[in-house]
C-alpha cells in the first residue's frame, strides 16, 4: 500500500497545523458582509478564511515534498513511512511550541510539521537522490507560480495573491533545504555526493 489509513490521517492533521499556523500571515480576512450598503468590521474569532488560505497554498508543497521523498525511497527498493509531527519527540516539541509560540503571538515559527521514516539506505546515490526529491518539489512550486505570474495578463486578485504566496514560500523553502546544514536535506544531499565521488 502506497499510502496507509494512519498516513493520511498525518496528511489532514499537517494540513490543518499549517492552516492554524499561518492563518493570518498572508493579510487574508473574512469579507465584510454588507446591511443596507453600510460594511461591517469582520467577525471576531477564529480567522477561517485565513486558515483555508493558508492550508490550500502552503500544504500541498510539504505534503508533496514529503511525500517525494517516500515515493523516491519506495521506487530505490526501500520502506518508508510518512508521519505528522507528533510521531518523534524532537519534532513533537517544535510542533508544541509552534502552537505555544501561535497562541501568545511570538512572531517567526520554525517547525517541522511531518518528516519521512525510511529503512536502512545503503547506497550514496540513492540518499543524495531521496534527499533531494523534496527539495526539488520546492523548486517546481518556486518555479511554476513564477512562469503564470510573467505569462499571465489577467487573473483574480485571490488567484494572484496565492500564486506570489506559493512562489515566495517555496523560493525559502527550497533554499532552506539545500543548506548544508545538518538535519537539514541539503546536508544530506551533499554529504552523500561527496561519498558517491569522493
Known amino acids: 500500500m502506497f499510502i496507509s489509513p494512519r498516513e493520511i ?22 469579507r465584510k458582509k454588507k446591511i443596507d450598503d453600510l460594511p461591517l468590521p469582520p467577525k471576531a474569532g477564529f480567522n477561517w478564511d485565513g486558515f483555508f488560505f493558508a492550508a490550500a497554498v502552503i500544504a500541498p508543497s510539504v505534503i508533496l515534498h514529503e511525500l517525494s521523498h517516500k515515493f523516491v525511497a519506495i521506487a530505490t527498493g526501500h520502506s518508508a513511512t510518512f508521519h505528522a509531527f507528533y510521531a518523534d519527540t524532537f519534532t513533537l516539541i517544535l510542533g508544541l511550541f509552534a502552537i505555544v509560540a501561535k497562541f501568545v503571538g511570538w512572531g517567526f515559527i520554525f517547525f517541522i510539521p511531518g518528516f519521512v521514516q525510511i529503512a536502512n539506505i545503503t547506497d550514496p546515490g540513492q540518499a543524495a537522490i531521496i534527499s533531494f526529491a523534496g527539495p526539488a518539489i520546492h523548486l517546481i512550486f518556486w518555479i511554476g507560480p513564477f512562469i503564470i505570474l510573467k505569462t499571465r495578463k489577467s487573473m483574480k486578485r485571490k488567484t494572484m ?3 506570489v504566496v506559493m512562489q515566495k514560500v517555496n523560493m525559502f523553502l527550497f533554499i532552506l533545504n539545500m543548506l548544508p546544514i545538518p538535519g537539514i536535506d541539503g546536508w544530506s544531499v551533499y554529504s552523500n555526493l561527496y561519498r558517491v565521488f569522493f
Open 9 to 30: 490521517f498525518d496528511i489532514l492533521l499537517m494540513t490543518g497545523l499549517l492552516g492554524f499556523i499561518f492563518n493570518d500571515t498572508f493579510g487574508v480576512r473574512p
Open 161 to 163: 495573491m496565492a500564486l
